[in-house]
């Protein structure tokens, strides 16, 4: 099983792959307490107190063993040193409206 985030955020993957019931948690992982640590964290405003719940649920997951990663991708990008301004989003992109070439 491997999962991609559709965005770069935690939600993405604690929601989807680990909360009780959820279509992927393939591993029918359920932990109240971690479900009820995500409802809060989707309702915080704050966004650094919500990442900080999401993080306490990460480790939640860690101690309970819920899953057991086997490896993790890698991409590399070249890019010739004259082509200037070209730098990857949190999401893998690149915002080619940014993108030059000295000369």
């Known amino acids: 099983m491997g999962w991609i ?9 604690l929601e989807v792959l680990f909360r009780t019931g959820a279509e ?18 989707a309702l915080e405003g704050d966004s650094r107190k919500s990442l900080e ?7 939640m997951l860690v101690d309970d063993a819920a899953c057991l990663p086997l490896w993790f991708g ?3 990008t070249l890019v010739k040193p004259h082509v200037t301004g070209y ?8 915002r080619l409206s ?3 070439i000295k000369k």
């Open 98 to 100: 940014d993108v030059s």
């Open 5 to 13: 985030a559709d965005y770069p955020h935690p939600q993405d993957f």
């Open 24 to 41: 992927y948690n393939y591993g029918e992982y359920s932990n109240p307490a971690v479900d009820a640590l995500l409802d809060k964290a």
């Open 87 to 94: 730098k990857l989003n949190a999401m893998g992109y690149a």
């Open 74 to 76: 890698q991409s590399y």
């Open 53 to 59: 719940m999401y993080q306490q649920a990460e480790q």
